[in-house]
């Protein structure tokens, strides 16, 4: 019986464990986002620069539809942040 609950125990354990870091990653995964608006606007300044070629920006050759997702990347000409 004590052997039962234990290996109870343990398995519940594990399933904390899992949880918790699998909330951890969504989290930081979230913070490295900009938010919905902000992908849009920074996409649409993209689409109307001079300097892109397909959806690739011919200064940085970044992908803009990837490159406009992540809080730390900026335009190498300025034209957000
Ligand atoms: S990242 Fe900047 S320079 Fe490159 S296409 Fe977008 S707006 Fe233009």
Known sequence: MKL???IVNYYHS???RY???RSIKSFNIF???VTPKDYEKRVGVCLGCKYIE???CSVCGC???DKSKYITEVCPKGKWL
Do not use: E
Request: proline share 0%; no cysteine; glycine share 6%.
């Open 63 to 65: 992908n803009v539809y």
């Open 19 to 21: 949880k918790y870091l």
């Open 4 to 6: 039962r609950k234990k």
């Open 54 to 56: 397909g959806n690739d």
């Open 31 to 33: 913070l490295l986002l």
């Open 14 to 16: 594990l399933v904390r």
